[in-house]
């Protein structure tokens, strides 16, 4: 049974990036292959280093944690109604201001 060494949250394409790395070197179990075609099917950006590099943007600009910062890039929220229910579990107020540059960060990586 493997262990668990690390955790870390992974953005879409991050995973597809992974997934299709192991694709390479055997065959997928169910899950995998599922979970594979998850991403493929939903990853807005496309580019892993992209796609973390608007986390990374996200958490030093807007000061999210992690992992508000990657379900925000992997859903790609395209108005501030949207944006303002993925931060409303922070129990903070944003401002439309504050909104609108989340959503400016997240387009200029889009594909």
């Known amino acids: ?6 955790e870390r949250n992974l953005t879409l394409a991050e995973v597809k990036e992974l997934l299709e790395k192991e694709e390479s070197k ?7 292959r599922y979970t594979l075609d998850y991403a493929r099917r939903f ?9 973390r590099k ?16 990657v379900q925000l890039v992997n859903i790609a929220p395209s108005d501030p109604g ?3 229910l993925i931060l409303s579990p922070l129990n903070r107020i944003f401002t439309e201001d504050e ?11 889009l594909s």
């Open 82 to 84: 949207e944006v303002r």
């Open 99 to 109: 909104l609108r540059r989340v959503l400016e960060i997240i387009r200029q990586y």
């Open 54 to 69: 608007a986390v990374e943007q996200l958490m030093a600009e807007m000061g999210l944690p992690e992992e508000i910062a």
């Open 1 to 6: 049974m493997p262990r668990i060494v690390s």
């Open 26 to 32: 055997r065959s997928l179990s169910t899950l995998e």
């Open 43 to 51: 990853s807005k950006i496309e580019d892993p280093v992209s796609a």
